[in-house]
C-alpha cells in the first residue's frame, strides 16, 4: 500500500486543491466504480499479507456490506454492459466513499514498522 501520494502537499495548499478537484472528481467519475456501486477501498487487491489481515480485522457489517458490494458489482457486470447499475446503488460523489480499508491498513505498516525496529534494536551495555 505505501505507494506516494501528493495529498497533503495539495490540501495545504488552498489555490491548487480548487484546481484538482474538479480533475479528481473527473477521474473518479471516468474510473467507472461508483456507477458499479462500489467504493474506492473495495479496489484494493487483496494479495498481499497486510490487506488480508486489514479485512479480517474489519467489523463484521462491514465485511458483510464488502462482499455484498463486490457481488452485486460482479452480476450488474454480467448481466448488462457494467456500466448502468440500479440508481440506489451508485455512489454520489463524496457520498458514503470515505476510507473504511485504508485507516486499517495503515495502522497495520505502523504496527510492522514498529516490529521492525524493536526487533532490530541494539542494546550496549555501558562498561562499569
Same mark, same amino acid.
Given at each position: 500500500?505505501?505507494?506516494?501520494?501528493?495529498?497533503?502537499?495539495?490540501?495545504?495548499?488552498?489555490?491548487?486543491?480548487?484546481?484538482?478537484?474538479p480533475?479528481?472528481?473527473?477521474?473518479?467519475?471516468?474510473?467507472?466504480?461508483?456507477?458499479?456501486?462500489?467504493?474506492?477501498?473495495?479496489?484494493?487487491?487483496? /494479495?498481499?499479507?497486510?490487506?488480508e489481515?486489514?479485512?479480517?480485522?474489519?467489523?463484521?457489517?462491514e465485511?458483510?456490506d464488502?462482499?455484498?458490494?463486490?457481488?452485486?458489482?460482479?452480476?450488474?457486470?454480467i448481466?448488462?454492459?457494467?456500466?448502468?447499475?440500479?440508481?440506489?446503488?451508485?455512489?454520489l460523489?463524496?457520498?458514503?466513499?470515505?476510507?473504511?480499508?485504508t485507516?486499517?491498513?495503515?495502522?497495520?505498516?505502523? /504496527?510492522?514498522?514498529?516490529?521492525?525496529?524493536?526487533?532490530?534494536?541494539?542494546?550496549?551495555?555501558?562498561?562499569?
Open positions: 500500500m505505501s505507494q506516494p501520494s501528493f495529498t497533503n502537499f495539495i490540501i495545504k495548499r488552498p489555490w491548487l486543491r480548487r484546481w484538482m478537484t480533475l479528481a472528481n473527473w477521474y473518479t467519475d471516468a474510473a467507472g466504480y461508483r456507477k458499479l456501486g462500489l467504493r474506492a477501498d473495495d479496489l484494493i487487491p487483496e /494479495e498481499s499479507e497486510t490487506v489481515l486489514a479485512l479480517k480485522r474489519l467489523s463484521q457489517k465485511a458483510y464488502r462482499v455484498f458490494r463486490l457481488r452485486r458489482a460482479f452480476q450488474v457486470g448481466l448488462s454492459d457494467g456500466s448502468v447499475c440500479f440508481k440506489a446503488a451508485r455512489m460523489i463524496g457520498h458514503s466513499d470515505v476510507p473504511y480499508l485507516p486499517i491498513i495503515r495502522e497495520i505498516e505502523a /504496527e510492522k514498522k514498529e516490529r521492525e525496529d524493536l526487533e532490530s534494536m541494539v542494546i550496549k551495555r555501558r562498561p562499569a
